[in-house]
């Protein structure tokens, strides 16, 4: 099966469409777990145990972990998540020309799918679309301000280059492994954008932080019963807040018995809490 077979499946397994960004900040990870071998290792495994029962895929921004020790709390983190049976896309929004581009490609003999820049055109994309077991995301319609500066542009055609994107990405998957990355905060261009291209699977970000539209990040960026939409910080760093809270009641109250862990519940309860929210307005 290719990855949105799989996807398909674990969408279906966990009645869920939640994709778990694993971005471990090291200035945010817990005191306690600095201790450890790998920090960021540590604390996605306390993440996951406490989240996967919600997560349709686990999404770590490569950004989090390009350094020696971070690349090996990575390798740790996806072969955990795949003993779980959570398939794992990097996002890493790679794309270049010619070996520079097939070494990139290599990060899919670990993780099951992976973003990508289209900035280069088809043959930057070639090796990663040309690998049928895994999902190519291709960088779209982002939710960040300044991603209108380029992605809004008028093309002589009459269209913007983000609609011109995805036009050239429903022409690539030819391997039905293709899908789009489209920002959840602005709806109205997800509708527009699912109409052109009925069949991709979208990854919807900015949903959790950002303040995205729930609704119509599952209305519109499901093909099928099939895509993704993510919460990064505001799952793993749910426990910020209830910790604050916590040490607020704890000067007042009896000392209680703290295992550190309160951070992990609090991720597993945000995903709970998002997996709900987004089921209301899946069919």
Wanted: hydrophobic residues 35%.
């Amino acid at each position: 099966m290719n990855f949105f077979d799989r996807l398909h499946d674990r969408i279906r397994t966990v009645d869920s469409v939640v994709s778990v960004g694993l971005d471990p900040d090291q200035s945010r990870i817990p005191d306690h777990l600095a201790e450890h071998d790998l920090p960021r290792w540590a604390f996605n495994r306390r993440i996951i145990d406490a989240t996967h029962e919600h997560a349709a895929a686990y999404k770590p921004n490569a950004a989090f972990y390009e350094d020696p020790d971070g690349w090996r709390a990575l390798e740790e983190t996806i072969a955990y998540a795949h003993g779980k049976d959570v398939p794992v896309l990097l996002d890493a929004k790679r794309a270049d020309i010619g070996n520079t581009t097939r070494q990139y490609a290599q990060l899919l003999e670990t993780a099951d799918a992976i973003t990508v820049n289209p900035y280069m055109g088809r043959d930057s994309l070639q090796p990663f679309l040309s690998n049928e077991e895994a999902g190519v995301f291709v960088l779209c319609r982002t939710s960040n301000p300044g991603g209108a500066d380029v992605q809004d542009l008028e093309l002589e055609t009459g269209e913007a280059v983000y609609e011109r994107v995805a036009a050239l990405a429903d022409l690539w998957n030819e391997n039905d492994n293709v899908g789009l990355v489209v920002g959840a905060t602005k709806p109205e261009e997800l509708e527009d954008l699912r109409e052109q291209v009925p069949d991709l699977p979208f990854l919807v970000p900015g949903v959790g932080a950002q303040g995205g539209d729930a609704e119509a990040a599952v209305e519109y960026g499901l093909a099928d019963g099939v895509g993704l939409v993510n919460s990064s910080r505001g799952i793993i760093f749910a426990g910020e807040d209830s910790e604050a809270q916590s040490a607020s009641d704890s000067r007042a109250a009896e000392p209680r018995d703290d295992d550190g862990e309160e951070f992990a519940k609090a991720s597993g309860q945000a995903a709970k809490r998002l997996k709900k929210r987004l089921n209301q307005y899946r069919d």
